[in-house]
Nanobody, 122 residues
Framework: VQLVESGGGLVQPGGSLRLSCAAS????????VAWFRQAPEKDRELVSH????????IYADSVKGRFTLSRDNAKSTAYLQMNSLKPEDTAVYYC????????????????WGPGTQVTVSS
């Protein structure tokens, strides 16, 4: 199983980025997907989670109304659209997947990508 993130980079405050998570080696439509982020000297935190079907999503309060998580099961890819970015969104963003689970901590996810850096700065 492999998850690969892409789309990170440097953006000015108020700008937008779209992160992608491409999966291989698994039946993507059977897995829920989440994005986490980790800033220096901080714990890894959940940004958003989408169910295997795509019908249900949850968001951290800090990103509600600015970020949108979606998925295309035919392409085995999930997308995190990030708008109105703030300096406090600066972090390494990780894609994660799991087949089963009811909680949303990092330990609940079986597969992880290597991460992509997002830096919001003027």
């Amino acid at each position: 199983v492999q998850l690969v993130e892409s789309g990170g980079g440097l953006v000015q405050p108020g700008g937008s980025l779209r992160l992608s998570c491409a999966a291989s080696g698994l039946t993507f439509g059977d897995y829920a997907v989440a994005w986490f982020r980790q800033a220096p000297e901080k714990d890894r935190e959940l940004v958003s989670h989408i169910s295997a079907s795509g019908r249900n999503t949850i968001y951290a309060d800090s990103v509600k109304g600015r970020f949108t998580l979606s998925r295309d099961n035919a392409k085995s890819t999930a997308y995190l659209q990030m708008n109105s970015l703030k300096p406090e969104d600066t972090a390494v963003y990780y894609c994660a997947a799991r087949r089963w689970g009811a909680l949303y901590g990092p330990n609940e996810y079986n597969y992880w990508g290597p991460g992509t850096q997002v830096t919001v700065s003027s």
